[in-house]
Nanobody, 122 residues
C-alpha cells in the first residue's frame, strides 16, 4: 500500500483545513488508518485513527472535538478535518495504515505517507 497525503497549507488560528490521504492498492478497505503529526524538534505524535469500516474513531485529547477522521473506501481515501485550528497544531501531518485494529502507537503502523505541512498563524 502506498499513501499520499495532501491538503496542507497556511491557515489563520480558528480556521479549518481538510487533509486527504489517498491510498493505492485494492486492500485499502481492510486497513485501519491513522494520522500523526510532527512539529519541529518534537517527536511524531498520534492525532487520531479510524477502523477499516469507519465505524470507530479515536482521537488524541489535544484534538478531540476539533478534528474529525473519516474515510471513503470506494475512493481509497481517508480524510482529516481540522477545525478551530490553534498555533500548536502547526506540524507536518502524516497518514499511516495497518492491517488489523485501531492502534495509537507509531510503531503499530506498517505504511506511511510522505507528510503534508500545516502552518497555523495568529
Amino acid at each position: 500500500v502506498q499513501l499520499q497525503a495532501s491538503g496542507g497549507g497556511f491557515v489563520q488560528a480558528g480556521g479549518s483545513l481538510r487533509l486527504s490521504c489517498a491510498a493505492s492498492g485494492r486492500t485499502f478497505s481492510s486497513y485501519a488508518m491513522g494520522w500523526f503529526r510532527q512539529a519541529p524538534g518534537e517527536e511524531r505524535e498520534f492525532v487520531g485513527a479510524i477502523t477499516w469500516s469507519g465505524s470507530s474513531t479515536y482521537y488524541a485529547e489535544s484534538v478531540k472535538g476539533r478534528f474529525t477522521i473519516s474515510r471513503d473506501n470506494a475512493k481509497n481515501t481517508v480524510y482529516l478535518d481540522l477545525n478551530n485550528l490553534k498555533l500548536e497544531d502547526t506540524a507536518v501531518y502524516y497518514c499511516a495504515g495497518r492491517r488489523g485494529g485501531l492502534v495509537t502507537i507509531r510503531g503499530g503502523y506498517e505504511y506511511w505517507g510522505q507528510g503534508t505541512q500545516v502552518t497555523v498563524s495568529s
